[in-house]
């Protein structure tokens, strides 16, 4: 089945720091790819998305660019803040029916001032 | 609303008791999905509606949990006979086209089960 592998965490950074967050997939088909951040005690939030190959999804200083080659979508940002605290969640969504989002397992980051 | 309101926050109910939560998905949001986040921050999905038509629920353990979305009423996720292992925190989401661009989610209810 479809699946999503993403870097174990915890991840620790400074702030100012760059971050980068692995995640690769396998499907059947051709998923929409997505990043959803989840801050302590809150729910989730997406972040960005990306429907097709070599589109870049892009919010808040973060990137993504969906790699079919590779079957990537490494969550990227170049200087991190103590904001960016949370739980980051790579997922894929089949495009055809209403189909569930299937998710990696999360990775938790740190960022100390 | 522009939200999806997930009632109640939280929940604690003893082994055995009957847990039910509630969703209420944004309007005009015809797909309404059920999520579980266990300890280590997994989730797993459940169950899924288009209105009111149970479309996916390969992930509903068949025995103890059962889900609704009626027309006007909040969707529902109730649980017979609650057991440790259903302490989680149970999450909605809905879509308003299987169109592949993402799901908008809810808070959340953290059921504890003592």
């Known amino acids: 089945g479809d699946s999503v592998t993403q870097m174990e965490g915890p991840v620790t950074l400074s702030e100012e720091a760059f971050l980068t967050i692995n995640c690769t997939y396998t499907a059947t088909g051709y998923p929409s790819l997505f990043w959803y951040v989840q801050y302590p005690g809150e729910g989730l939030q997406l972040l960005l998305k990306a429907t097709k190959a070599d589109d870049k999804g892009s919010n808040k200083g973060f990137e993504a660019t969906y790699r079919k080659e590779t079957t990537s979508f490494h969550l990227e940002k170049g200087s991190v803040q103590v904001s960016d605290s949370a739980v980051y969640f790579c997922a894929l969504q089949m495009n055809s029916g209403n189909t569930p989002l299937v998710f990696g397992k999360g990775t938790r980051l740190s960022v100390i001032a | 609303g522009e939200e999806v309101a997930q009632t109640p926050k939280h929940l604690v109910r003893g082994e055995g008791q009957k847990a039910k939560l509630y969703c209420a998905p944004i309007?005009?949001?015809?797909?309404v999905f059920w999520y579980q986040q266990v300890l280590k921050n997994e989730f797993k999905f459940l169950i899924s509606?288009?209105?009111?038509?149970?479309?996916?629920e390969t992930g509903m353990p068949k025995e103890r949990f059962s889900a609704k979305c009626l027309p006007n009423s909040p969707c529902s996720l109730e649980i017979q006979a609650t057991k440790l292992e259903d302490s989680a925190v149970y999450f909605c989401?809905?879509?308003?086209?299987?169109?592949?661009?993402?799901?908008?989610f809810g808070s959340g209810t953290r059921l504890t089960v003592v």
């Open positions: 309007k005009g949001h015809s797909y």
């Open positions: 509606f288009q209105n009111e038509n149970v479309f996916d």
């Open positions: 989401a809905s879509s308003q086209k299987p169109d592949g661009t993402g799901l908008t």
